[in-house]
């Protein structure tokens, strides 16, 4: 039978892309011919995906808990990859659809596009969040918990990750060390030793970092450092300055904008904020996270004035930043 003309033309780029790596394509058309068609469960890996859930307990309730962390942590990759295409301006693509690079310049379409992606990947998570809000019972979990110290959701590195390239560092400083940084350009390595996340890792009693705070630096510290530093140039405020002034007043590049800080700095850690009240807060007085963590003025976003983009937000919506959620959705629920 008679070859036709696109089997011909495939096979002749095929021989220039191996010939010019030094191959022979008969080689590899020898491979393919004695190579098994790919399956659903070993390209997704599910028999190894689904033997990475280890209890601590016997408490069947473990496994939500462990599978919804598993799925955040997913998620949070997602995201993480669409801040590098947009850190590096997008993929640069020949005609036959093969990635040669990146873009040289950041298209405002596809800065949208991509920060849009980051929001409906928190937007599912948020959505979701009841899986864990509503789905365990109480008494398990007060009780399983006990197994887990010192870890804590608090040391999810993938989560810090998705702050430091959404923003400059200087809006991830404690909002009362941040006046002593006005006006000064201060490096990386002075500015994160006032990261806010540490005060929301201190002991309850003595004020002092929490052995969940001291083996989340010891493991992470010197990689986020390097990661700030990288993405002083790539960081989503940064790539958004890159573009032109008529397209940084496109509504719907700032739109997406301000949706993600609410994604990221109001809903989900409300989400945790509304979880952690049905969970841990009791009449007579609160009890402590897993990690020791001060979640009562950590995670209300209104007590941290975390904003990645403040330059976007009015100072009366800065002034009752993420207000409105917890009346709504906190103490409503709780009356």
Not at 95 to 106: A, C, Q, R, S
Not at 132 to 154: H, I, N, T, W
Not at 239 to 245: A, N, R, V
Not at 253 to 281: F, R, T
Request: aromatic content about 14%.
């Amino acid at each position: 039978m008679a070859m036709d003309i696109k089997t011909e033309e495939k096979i002749k780029l095929l021989e220039e892309k191996y010939g010019q790596m030094g191959q022979d394509i008969n080689s590899y058309l020898d491979g393919l011919l004695l190579s098994n068609f790919l399956t659903y469960w070993d390209y997704i890996q599910v028999e190894t995906l689904l033997t990475l859930q280890n209890p601590k307990t016997d408490f069947p309730d473990e496994q939500i808990f462990i599978m919804y962390h598993q799925i955040t942590e997913l998620y949070f990759k997602l995201a993480l990859n669409e801040f590098e295409q947009i850190g590096n301006n997008g993929p640069d693509m020949l005609p036959n659809g093969k990635m040669v690079g990146w873009k040289e310049k950041l298209e405002p379409k596809f800065f949208a596009e991509r920060v849009n992606r980051i929001n409906r990947y928190f937007e599912a998570l948020t959505k979701s969040f009841e899986i864990m809000v509503d789905g365990m019972e109480k008494e398990q979990f007060l009780r399983y918990r006990m197994a887990l110290l010192p870890a804590s959701g608090f040391q999810s590195a993938q989560y810090r990750k998705i702050e430091i390239c959404a923003t400059d560092f200087f809006n991830l400083v404690d909002k009362d060390v941040r006046p002593t940084y006005q006006n000064q350009k201060p490096p990386i390595e002075e500015m994160f030793k006032n990261i806010y996340w540490n005060k929301g890792a201190t002991e309850l009693s003595s004020g002092k970092k929490t052995l969940t705070l001291l083996q989340f630096e010891k493991k992470y510290g010197a990689e986020f450092v390097r990661l700030a530093n990288e993405y002083k140039t790539k960081n989503l405020w940064a790539k958004y300055k890159s573009l032109s002034e008529a397209d940084q007043q496109d509504q719907k590049v700032i739109n997406a904008l301000k949706e993600i800080d609410v994604n990221v700095n109001i809903n989900w850690p409300l989400m945790h904020y509304k979880s952690a009240v049905q969970y841990l807060q009791q009449n007579t007085e609160d009890i402590a996270a897993t990690g020791g963590t001060n979640w009562q003025k950590y995670l209300p976003p209104r007590f941290q004035k975390r904003i990645f983009f403040p330059e976007l937000w009015s100072a009366q919506e800065i002034e009752d930043w993420g207000k409105g959620w917890v009346v709504t959705n906190v103490f409503r629920d709780n009356k």
